[in-house]
């Protein structure tokens, strides 16, 4: 559900799928190569939405922090004004008023919820070989996320540095506790691997499975801004046959139809599939 309401001073408040956030300021956005304007809400902690002229949500960024660099570093979106001020403020005010008119749902619809696509560039080179080895570079994509933007810490410098595109030490490392012979693997496996890897490191790190279905956990874990890993499968209609793949964000039509974006480590970062090829997901805490 949408509520808009006022607070004190400059400050307002919104609530989105029953979580309120509290605003810190608002911009206009374009697309780029396009005239059209969009207003971005920002929160305090720098996640935000996006905003059209009709007042429909569509697009929310979960990520903390995830404002300023995701605007200047996007291949989609850039800040624009009007020419002046004043124009600037009235048009803000437009989008608001269209914005709180829209008809409350239950949660959000027709939007894309989750982290900045361009963030997932770094990894688009950590491709499956040949074989079976999917899990492992999926888990190494998942693990490399939490290092660069949720814990700074959590590989050791001498296996993979912060931000960096090398992942050859840690996916070897990965391979070696989650699939030492380069079977497939069934989520327990993927779950039970990455948590002896931090084993091996001494921290008391355990990675979550579920083995039926997906859409909870990962849209649980994509609201708290941190990506998840799911399994598809061939039976349920993946052209991937069974694969494992990194899923950051999700959306949902009005009519019920559901979709993940997702690094695929076959080469595509920002990969469109339906999320009723997923069954099974792992994730970290």
Known sequence: ??????????????????????????????????????????????????????????????????????????????????????????????????????????????????????????????????????????????????????VSDLIPSDIRQKDSRDAKELIQKLRHTIQPLGFPTIPIQVSSGISAFFKTQQEPIYARSTVVGSWQRATKRIRQGKPVMIGILKLLGSTYGNHWVTAYAYYESASGERYYKVHDNWGNTNKVIPAKWANGTVSLP
């Open 1 to 150: 559900m949408i509520v808009l309401k006022n607070a004190s001073g400059k400050w307002q408040e919104v609530t989105l799928d029953g979580k309120t956030e509290r605003i810190r300021e608002f911009r206009l956005l374009k697309r780029r190569r396009e005239n059209e304007h969009y207003l971005a809400v920002i929160f305090e902690n720098e996640s935000y939405l996006i905003v059209d002229r009709q007042g429909q949500s569509i697009e929310v960024i979960t990520a903390v922090d995830g404002y300023s660099k995701s605007i200047a570093t996007s291949i989609t979106w850039q800040e624009t004004s009007i020419d002046a001020a004043t124009s600037d403020d009235e048009m803000i005010d437009t989008f608001l008023t269209k914005w709180a008119q829209q008809q409350s749902t239950t949660h959000l619809v027709d939007c894309w919820v989750g982290l900045p696509e361009q963030r997932f560039l770094t990894y688009k080179k950590w491709r499956t070989p040949s074989g079976y080895l999917c899990g492992t570079y999926a888990a190494a994509v998942l693990l490399a996320y939490y290092q660069d933007y949720c």
